[in-house]
């Protein structure tokens, strides 16, 4: 009885050790994130406060403008955070159905071993660095979008183009959503299969369905992490933006800017307006990224009551 009783107490000890190390470890990943913010927010609202030492910009036309242009001292980033949303959610909106069918097949259709190879293919893609994705669109994508202008007598820059950067960002965000959609559909209660299947149901009519619509929820949390992705996508997508002064742009072939390629631009200075005002921009990178995930999720909470 005394044993039992010291080994209850030494399980509590524990349980309390393990419990205080879990949540040192939460609250020190979180401070990160808070200090990383904080610094972000000093450095990016110093430009528009009044005795900034190189001049205090006007945050209306900071948010509003049309045009960016450094070596005039003109920064307005309206345009930029349109070319943004447009690039990012159309690439979502081309990745999204091929991943998710491939997670369909990689979950439900392949046999065993193709579908673990196919897995394992999607999860070597992930870890991909973006550069070689930025090699690959500059060295492929821009050449066979180059052809494609020059067959329909468009002129591009070299192919380099709104369209390169939604292609690009659509095969870097695919493996996060396949890996997000085959997690949630093999999840599915197979109870739910074997009762559609009874029912008479065909195993295609299941899968789309039954399983897909089971799995809705999953799926949609991957679409908004695929998202969060294509928002802060830099380097590959500097590759081949090429960053241009004024907007928004609307034509697929036309060169455009995002927030990013932006904020990479020009980084070898450490001090000064321009250096400044690029903490500035992620700011808003920042409230661009919670309002859309908060909107997402909001759909997201829908789509899964429904």
């Known amino acids: 009885m005394l044993v039992n ?16 190390f879990f949540m040192a470890m939460a609250l020190l990943s979180a401070s990160f994130i808070v200090i990383i913010v904080l610094f972000v927010f000093a450095k990016g ?17 900071f948010l509003t403008g049309s045009l960016y242009r450094q070596d005039q001292g003109i920064y307005g980033i309206g345009f930029i955070v349109i ?21 369909l097949f990689i979950a439900k259709i ?7 190879i196919m897995q394992s293919v999607v999860e070597l893609l992930a870890s991909v660095p ?3 994705y930025g ?11 180059k052809d494609l202008a020059s067959s329909l007598g468009i002129t591009t820059f070299g192919g380099s183009s709104m ?54 929820s999953g799926i949609f949390a991957g679409a908004i992490l695929g998202l969060g992705r294509a928002f802060g996508e830099a ?30 631009a020009g980084l070898k200075e450490t001090s000064g307006l321009d250096y400044d005002i690029r903490f500035s921009v992620g700011l808003v990178l920042i409230a661009v990224i919670f309002v859309s995930n908060w909107v997402l999720n909001y759909v997201k909470k829908k789509v899964g009551n429904n």
């Open 5 to 20: 009783k010291k080994r209850v107490k030494r399980n509590k000890s524990l349980d309390k050790f393990f419990h205080g």
């Open 45 to 61: 609202i110093s430009p528009f406060l009044p005795g900034y030492e190189y001049g205090q910009v006007n945050i209306i036309s």
């Open 83 to 103: 070319n943004t949303l447009v690039c990012s959610f159309l690439a979502l909106l081309l990745s999204f159905p091929i991943s998710v069918l491939t997670a």
């Open 110 to 116: 392949a046999p065993k071993k193709l579908g673990a």
């Open 130 to 132: 973006s550069v070689v």
């Open 135 to 145: 090699v690959f669109a500059a060295g492929v994508i821009a050449a066979l979008i």
């Open 163 to 216: 369209l390169a950067v939604i292609i690009l960002l659509a095969i870097m965000i695919f493996p996060t959503l396949t890996s997000m959609a085959t997690t949630a559909i093999k999840a599915v209660d197979k109870d739910l299969e074997q009762a559609s299947l009874a029912l008479g149901a065909t195993r295609t009519q299941t899968n789309f369905k039954i399983v897909l619509a089971a799995a809705k």
């Open 235 to 264: 380097t590959a997508v500097a590759m081949v933006a090429g960053n241009k002064l004024f907007g928004p742009t609307f034509d697929l072939f036309d060169i455009t800017r995002t927030l990013t390629s932006t904020m990479l």
